[in-house]
């Protein structure tokens, strides 16, 4: 037996002698699944998304728990480590992740299963609190105005000179987004800022070019 022989042998009884009694085992699962409600509590409530999916939620609660107990696999056996990397090599995930608040959810419950997993339980419930206050905070900072959509059905084209007229009376910002012309009327589509939508659409609503007026709050991604 040569010195490279004694040396992975060594290594690997170094690594699968780690005694792990029930008491810890159980510790951690437990705080793997205060993390997970936690988790679940603080996405249903921060999400803003118009179709929350409800499973998409449940998996971010259940995945500090499995991460947790491949930690504890992996910390038991080198050999187990070893087969877990092959086996994790194999699994491919197709679902698109459609608002990227949802990944760092997704980050957030991968990595208290593994701070869990390793048995610092107090680092998980500190970068989990921290991590909801950023959240929170972040989400309530607005650096920009968005932008709002004035939605029009005129009767003609001609008409369009005189209601942006009036538009910019009322607003420090407009721009025409789209114009569609049918045979029986103009659709068009006008972005703006503005703090008085009431007085604008009273200042429009006697117009006899207007067929439908639409004043609609613009919620996705906004221009600086």
Same mark, same amino acid.
């Given at each position: 037996?040569?010195?490279?022989? %004694?040396?992975?042998?060594?290594?690997?009884?170094?690594?699968?002698?780690?005694?792990?009694?029930?008491?810890?085992?159980?510790?951690?699962?437990?705080?793997?699944?205060?993390?997970?409600?936690? !988790?679940?509590? %603080?996405?249903?409530?921060?999400?803003?998304?118009?179709?929350?999916?409800?499973?998409?939620?449940?998996?971010?609660?259940?995945?500090?728990? !499995?991460?947790?107990? !491949?930690?504890?696999?992996?910390?038991?056996?080198?050999?187990?480590?070893?087969?877990?990397?092959?086996?994790?090599? /194999?699994?491919?995930?197709?679902?698109?992740?459609?608002?990227?608040?949802?990944?760092?959810?997704?980050?957030?419950?991968?990595?208290?299963?593994?701070?869990?997993?390793?048995?610092?339980?107090?680092?998980?419930?500190?970068?989990?609190?921290?991590?909801?206050?950023?959240?929170?905070?972040?989400?309530?900072?607005?650096?920009?105005?968005?932008?709002?959509?004035?939605?029009?059905?005129?009767?003609?084209?001609?008409?369009?000179?005189?209601?942006?007229?009036? %538009?910019?009376?009322?607003?420090?910002?407009?721009?025409?987004?789209?114009?569609?012309?049918?045979?029986?009327?103009?659709?068009? /589509?006008?972005?703006?800022?503005?703090?008085?939508?009431?007085?604008?659409?009273?200042?429009?609503?006697?117009?006899?070019? !207007?067929?439908?007026?639409?004043?609609?709050?613009?919620?996705?991604?906004?221009?600086?």
């Amino acid at each position: 037996m040569n010195f490279s022989d %004694v040396f992975n042998k060594a290594f690997v009884e170094g690594f699968s002698n780690t005694d792990l009694g029930l008491m810890e085992i159980v510790m951690v699962f437990g705080m793997a699944v205060l993390l997970g409600g936690y !988790i679940f509590l %603080v996405y249903r409530s921060v999400t803003k998304t118009t179709f929350y999916s409800r499973h998409f939620n449940i998996s971010l609660a259940v995945q500090p728990v !499995i991460v947790a107990a !491949i930690i504890l696999a992996v910390q038991s056996s080198v050999v187990i480590s070893l087969g877990m990397v092959g086996a994790l090599s /194999i699994v491919r995930f197709r679902t698109a992740v459609k608002d990227p608040i949802d990944l760092t959810f997704l980050f957030w419950s991968i990595s208290a299963g593994i701070i869990c997993g390793a048995g610092l339980g107090e680092i998980a419930v500190a970068a989990s609190l921290t991590v909801t206050v950023m959240i929170l905070f972040l989400d309530n900072v607005k650096m920009v105005r968005m932008p709002m959509l004035l939605i029009l059905n005129l009767s003609h084209l001609d008409a369009e000179e005189e209601i942006l007229g009036i %538009v910019s009376e009322y607003c420090k910002y407009h721009k025409v987004k789209s114009r569609n012309l049918t045979k029986d009327m103009v659709h068009m /589509i006008v972005e703006l800022r503005t703090d008085k939508g009431c007085e604008l659409l009273k200042a429009l609503e006697g117009k006899e070019s !207007i067929d439908s007026i639409t004043l609609m709050e613009h919620d996705g991604e906004a221009t600086f």
